[in-house]
C-alpha cells in the first residue's frame, strides 16, 4: 500500500513530555492543518519506529492515544487511517460560543455532563466481548448452561474472581466465599437485606454515596452520618458513636477513594478501624467502586485484606473495567451464615446471574484482554488525568481548591468562597454544563463538586471548565 505521509518532527528528550505523547500531537497537528486528511493512512509501526529509530511500542502507545480520543480509526488487517468524522470539527460546532460568558449556548446545543466518574465507553473491548461471547454458544458442552445455574455465580468465573483478589489485592479468599451480582448497587442491596434489621444503626461517610444510604435505609436501619477530612472519615467521631449507640451494626466505606471527595484514607485510621470493628463485633462494609484505575505505584489495599478483621463484605465491580453496560459486580465476605441470606435472598429476585456473560468475560480475562485492556485504559486516563489537572490550574487556581487525585475518574474541587448551590447549577445549565448539586453527597451544606474526566474530550474539558471558572469567578463576587 501507498503510503506517501511521512511525519516530520524531532524527538525532543528533554521536553516533559513522554514520546509517545510528542508522536502523537504532531500527528494531531498534521491532521488539524490539513497535511493529513480523512481517510489517509498512517506508517505501519514497524515503519515509524524505524524511521524515528525508537521502540515500536512507543509508536503503537502513540497509536493508541489518537484512537482513544478519536483522531484516527483502526481497520483490522488494513492499518491506521484518519477518521472521517474529526472530533476538532465537530466539538467546534457543538461547542461555538461555550468560551464567551457573555453568550450563552444555544437552546439544543450539545449538553456537556460531568458524571460521578463513569468510564470511557469508547475505549472498552467490545469487539472481544462480542467475539466472547459468540464462542461461548459453539462450544460442545452449551447446553449445560442454558438451565438454571448456582445463586451466586458460576463457579469457575468465582474461582477467578477469588485469584484476582488474592493475587492483586492481597485477600485471602475463596471462591465459596464469592457472590457475583447484577452490579456493585445489586451487592449493596443484597447485603444491607441480609445483614441489617428495622432498628440497626449504620455509619456512613459525609459527604458520601447516597444509593448505598438507600439501600440502608430501605432494609430499616437508621443512617450515622460522619464528617470525612484529608485523611478520610474521622475515627473519633466513630469512637464516639460507638460509645453512644449499642445497635451499631455496620460500618460503611470507600476507604482507596472515598466517593465523592476521592482522598484516601490513612493507615493509621484504617488500623484503628479494624480494632474497632473486632472489638465490638461491627461488619465493616468496603466499597471498592474503583479500584483498577491507579496511576501510582500500585493501588492501596483494601481493608478487607487485612487477616485481622474478622467482619467484612467486600464490594467491587467489573463494569467499569470492561464496559460501563456490562452488569457484573460481586460480595466477597468470610461470613458463611450472611452469604446463605444473600443467596436465599437472590433467588428470590433473580434466581441466578447472567451465565453466558460471567463465561463470555471469564474467557476475556484467561486470553489476557482484560488484563491488557485496562493496561491501555490506564495510559488513556492518566494522560487525561494529568490533562485536567493542567486546565484547572490554568483557569481555577484563583477560585478554587483542587488535588492531584493517585487514581479514579474525577477530581474534587472546592470553591474558596461558599456559593450558592442552586444558582451555580442553574446557570451552568442555560450554558449546557450539568454537574452533580452537591446535595447528592450529603444531609449537610456541602461546599464543594466531583468533576469528572473519565467519559468526556479533552476539548471538553477545557472549554467547560473555562466556562466553569467564569460561572464560579462571578458568583463568588456576588458573595
Keep these: 500500500m501507498l ?66 480520543e478519536e483522531w484516527v480509526i483502526s481497520k483490522e488487517r488494513k ?27 444555544k437552546s439544543g446545543g450539545i449538553l456537556i455532563n460531568f458524571d460521578d466518574g463513569h468510564p470511557d465507553s469508547k475505549i472498552a473491548p467490545v469487539t472481544e466481548l462480542a467475539r466472547a461471547y459468540r464462542q461461548i454458544f459453539s462450544i460442545k458442552a452449551k447446553w449445560q448452561m442454558m438451565g438454571y445455574g448456582d445463586e451466586h455465580g458460576d463457579i469457575e468465573f468465582r474461582n477467578m474472581i477469588a485469584k484476582m483478589l488474592n493475587h492483586q489485592r492481597g485477600m485471602q479468599i475463596h471462591d465459596h466465599e464469592i457472590s457475583i451480582t447484577r452490579g456493585s448497587q445489586m451487592a449493596m442491596f443484597l447485603t444491607a437485606q441480609s445483614l441489617l434489621t428495622s432498628g440497626d444503626q449504620v455509619i456512613v461517610e459525609d459527604p458520601g454515596y447516597q444509593p448505598a ?35 451499631i451494626k455496620a460500618i460503611y466505606i470507600t476507604p482507596h477513594r472515598q466517593y465523592p471527595t476521592t482522598v484516601t484514607l490513612s493507615l493509621s485510621r484504617r488500623l484503628r478501624l479494624i480494632e474497632l470493628s473486632n472489638q465490638y463485633n461491627i461488619t465493616i462494609i468496603e466499597d471498592d467502586y474503583d479500584n483498577e484505575f491507579h496511576f501510582g505505584y500500585r493501588p492501596i489495599l483494601p481493608i478487607s485484606s487485612f487477616p485481622e478483621l474478622r467482619h467484612y463484605v467486600y464490594i467491587g465491580t467489573l463494569s467499569k473495567v470492561v464496559a460501563p453496560a456490562l452488569r457484573i459486580g460481586y460480595l466477597a465476605t468470610k461470613n458463611q451464615e450472611l452469604l446463605k441470606k444473600i443467596g436465599s435472598l437472590r433467588k428470590i429476585i433473580d434466581v441466578h446471574g447472567d451465565v453466558i456473560m460471567e463465561q463470555a468475560v471469564l474467557q476475556l480475562i484467561k486470553e489476557g484482554a482484560v488484563k491488557k485492556h485496562i493496561k491501555k485504559a490506564t495510559v488513556h486516563y492518566k494522560s487525561k488525568r494529568d490533562f485536567t489537572f493542567s486546565i484547572l490550574k490554568k483557569y481555577m487556581t484563583d477560585v478554587a481548591d483542587f488535588t492531584l487525585p493517585e487514581g479514579g475518574l474525577a477530581f474534587w474541587v472546592v470553591p474558596k468562597k461558599k456559593l450558592n ?40 474539558l477545557e472549554q467547560s471548565i473555562q466556562v466553569i471558572s467564569e460561572v464560579l469567578t462571578s458568583l463568588s463576587q456576588k458573595t
Design 3 to 68: 503510503r506517501p505521509w511521512k511525519l516530520e518532527f524531532e524527538i525532543n528528550r528533554k521536553l516533559d513530555k513522554a514520546v509517545y505523547l510528542q508522536i502523537a500531537d504532531s500527528i494531531i497537528t498534521d491532521i488539524r492543518s490539513g497535511r493529513l486528511k480523512p481517510g489517509d493512512a498512517l506508517p505501519g509501526s514497524r515503519n515509524l519506529a524505524a524511521s524515528l529509530q525508537i521502540n515500536r511500542n512507543t509508536v503503537v502507545e502513540a497509536y493508541q492515544v489518537l484512537i482513544n
Design 213 to 247: 444510604w438507600q439501600a440502608f435505609e430501605y432494609a430499616g436501619a437508621t443512617l450515622l452520618h460522619v464528617s470525612v477530612d484529608k485523611e478520610g472519615i474521622n475515627i473519633e467521631a466513630i469512637e464516639e458513636l460507638l460509645a453512644q449507640h449499642n445497635r
Design 421 to 460: 448551590w442552586d444558582l451555580a447549577t442553574a446557570v451552568l445549565l442555560e450554558r449546557n454544563i450539568r454537574i452533580i448539586h452537591p446535595k447528592q453527597y450529603s444531609q449537610n451544606d456541602v461546599n464543594g463538586f466531583r468533576l469528572s474526566y473519565g467519559a468526556l474530550t479533552k476539548e471538553q
Design 79 to 105: 492499518g491506521i487511517f484518519v477518521s472521517d468524522q474529526l472530533p476538532a470539527l465537530q466539538h467546534k460546532r457543538a461547542h461555538k460560543s461555550i468560551g464567551n460568558q457573555d453568550q450563552p449556548m
